[in-house]
């Protein structure tokens, strides 16, 4: 998202109090006149919600690019919401609805184009394949309908902006903001468990293990790319970059899986056992293919995923970034009360 430019203090004798405070007990950095700081989970929570919005128009289009950029914004809203509220509220769950649904249209776009890719690899099966895209296109209507059946006429509906009033502002940078620890936990949290998730998943092949260490590792990029972008992850060594590989890499072995168990239940048709027998060995090959890469990079993708670790602050700053937040909002009163 890049860094947020504090440029709405006043320069009045203690608006410049405020941003010296400001940068003492935040990872600040003065530039061009302003205060360059990294940006808050609301600061990004609302630039995802405009990214959201935007795809709108081309999600009643039925466009499959603005499906997934909206699936992912709709995602990230998800991992951001916790990091604003106390508790999940309705926008919570609403968001996830929304992103559930579209990731049911998502999963059809892309297996219509695994299809379309098989097809012209063996186009002796072109009556199966064929057969099962009018199957996932019936299915991508009808989840594209529900869809755009819960879409806002006004975008303004959907997830509220979040109010940043001044003094909300200045503690949301501070050390001790609560979304901190929160986010901090969460990271740590789910370092653990993609760790044990990639353990689990053996060499030997298993489907639903890789399965869950996908998701393991989905969820912790997330959480991370989070950390990273409010400065309390650097990525120094670049731990996020094997990580968003091997997730694409794992998504592709479990797309090919859900297409082979769709070939295992037309193995004893009369009509289709022939394509399902020249199909099957090409879908086994490229699973255990994509399978060995996969078993070459996960000692590298566990170093990843360790080095993905938050520790907490230390003492002496949180306790100036406490005394600054209070310094800093009477600081804010007294302004706002001479204006």
């Given at each position: ?41 609301r ?65 059809c776009?892309?297996?219509?184009d ?7 690899r ?27 059946k ?26 001790t ?7 901090r ?40 790319e ?55 060995p ?58």
């Amino acid at each position: 998202m890049g860094a947020f430019v504090v440029r709405s203090l006043r320069r009045t004798k203690h608006s410049r109090c405020m941003r010296l405070l400001i940068c003492r007990s935040t990872s600040c950095i003065r530039r061009g006149g302003g205060i360059q700081v990294q940006p808050t989970p609301r600061i990004l929570l609302a630039a995802q919600r405009r990214a959201l919005e935007e795809h709108f128009d081309g999600i009643r289009n039925a466009d499959s690019e603005s499906v997934h950029d909206a699936r992912v914004a709709s995602r990230k809203i998800r991992e951001l919401l916790p990091l604003c509220l106390d508790q999940p509220d309705e926008r919570y769950e609403e968001v996830r609805r929304l992103g559930r649904r579209l990731g049911q249209v998502r999963d059809c776009d892309v297996e219509i184009d695994l299809l379309d890719e098989f097809e012209e690899r063996v186009p002796q099966a072109g009556g199966l394949l064929a057969l099962r895209r009018q199957s996932v296109v019936r299915a991508r209507e009808n989840w594209l309908r529900q869809v755009i059946k819960k879409l806002p006429d006004d975008s303004t509906q959907f997830v509220p902006v979040f109010p940043l009033p001044a003094a909300h502002a200045i503690q949301d940078r501070m050390w001790t903001a609560p979304w901190r620890e929160r986010l901090r936990s969460r990271v740590n949290k789910r370092r653990e468990l993609a760790v044990e998730a990639l353990r689990y998943a053996t060499g030997v092949y298993f489907p639903n293990r890789l399965h869950r260490a996908r998701i393991a590792v989905k969820k912790l990029r997330y959480a991370a790319e989070v950390a990273r972008a409010t400065g309390l992850f650097a990525d120094a060594n670049g731990a996020l970059r094997p990580i968003r590989r091997a997730q694409d890499l794992l998504g592709d072995i479990h797309d090919r899986e859900l297409l082979r168990g769709f070939l295992t239940t037309r193995a004893d048709s009369r009509t289709d056992g022939e394509g399902v027998s020249m199909l099957m060995p090409c879908v086994d090959y490229e699973i255990a293919w994509r399978h060995r890469r996969f078993l070459s990079r996960r000692n590298d993708l566990l170093d990843a995923c360790a080095a993905v670790r938050l520790d907490r602050p230390q003492f002496g700053r949180i306790a100036a970034s406490a005394a600054s937040v209070g310094v800093a909002s009477a600081l804010l009163a007294i302004s706002h009360g001479r204006r």
